[in-house]
């Protein structure tokens, strides 16, 4: 059965004051996993000792912005983004994490035309980089599940299928994929096939559940029954998280088009536990 989990994304811009009380909030609306962004590389003590004390199933999503890239031709902006995601990972180990999701692979909405050669440069830096990545992940007792973007936030990879080449290439047993919904409706020829490959690959380590709009799940234009029932009926297990964002939040409207972030939640969790 899988965790259902929200991001405190839903609340707040980032690791602040404002985030206390909200893991506990999580747990009792009904999640059984919570999403912490790493804004910051480590957590204030008394946030730490309120996630673990919840019992909820933890993950963490990375923040990475300009500066920040393990597949970037400067040598600075990789040794940056390593430094950023090792510390992370070290955090995640302390509130017993499971994974570190998101497009751990680039930074700071990267999208370039390049050479083949220059692109396949690229390709390999991210795999350099993400597999060493992988043995603090392996000491950490985390996996790593690697996001595709949509062609307007990166030109790295945009497709679910990208991802698994990756994966495969990097030939590390804790590195999967990381599947959202949101970033799957802009470059995904498929939604319904390209998540019905995903489980059957076997490396679906972690799945958004987003709408179009960046609405909860229920919300906007996609098939929510069918892509439930796909990773219902392949067996998917991990977890399944809401990235909703709090007005002013990194992905939200410029419009207040939805409800207070606590009805979002609300809305969300009861229509996901419709299906697990």
């Known amino acids: 059965m899988p965790s259902l989990g929200i991001n405190l994304w839903n609340w707040v811009k980032g690791i602040g004051?404002?985030?206390?009380?909200?893991?506990?909030?999580?747990?009792?609306?009904?999640?059984?996993?919570?999403?912490?962004?790493?804004?910051?590389?480590?957590?204030p003590i008394d946030l730490a000792q309120e996630i673990r004390d919840t019992g909820l199933t933890v993950t963490l999503c990375a923040s990475l912005p300009k500066g920040r890239d393990l597949s970037s031709f400067d040598e600075q902006e990789r040794r940056a983004a390593m430094t950023y995601l090792k510390e992370v990972l070290h955090t995640g180990a302390v509130l017993d994490a499971t994974l570190l999701c998101g497009a751990l692979y680039t930074g700071g909405g990267k999208c370039h035309y390049l050479s083949d050669d220059d692109r396949k440069r690229e390709w390999d830096l991210a795999v350099t980089g993400i597999r060493e990545l992988s043995q603090t992940a392996r000491e950490c007792g985390m996996q790593l599940a690697l996001e595709p973007l949509n062609h307007f936030r990166t030109s790295v990879c945009n497709t679910s299928g990208q991802i698994l080449q990756m994966v495969q290439d990097i030939g590390e047993d804790n590195v999967g994929l990381h599947y959202d919904t949101f970033h799957a409706c802009i470059d995904e020829l498929s939604l319904q096939d390209s998540?019905?490959?995903?489980?059957?690959?076997?490396?679906?380590?972690?799945?958004?559940?987003?709408?179009?709009?960046?609405?909860?799940?229920?919300?906007?234009?996609i098939p929510w029954e069918e892509i439930f029932g796909i990773l219902r009926d392949g067996g998917y297990d991990g977890c399944i998280t809401m990235e909703t964002f709090a007005y002013g939040a990194l992905d939200s409207s410029y419009y207040r088009v939805f409800g207070t972030p606590d009805e979002q939640a609300q809305i969300g969790i009861a229509y996901m536990k419709q299906y697990f």
């Open 17 to 43: 004051p404002d985030c206390k009380g909200l893991p506990t909030k999580v747990k009792e609306m009904g999640f059984t996993a919570v999403e912490i962004p790493m804004t910051k590389s480590t957590l």
């Open 195 to 221: 998540l019905r490959h995903a489980v059957e690959s076997g490396r679906l380590y972690h799945v958004h559940a987003v709408a179009n709009n960046r609405g909860t799940p229920g919300q906007g234009i």
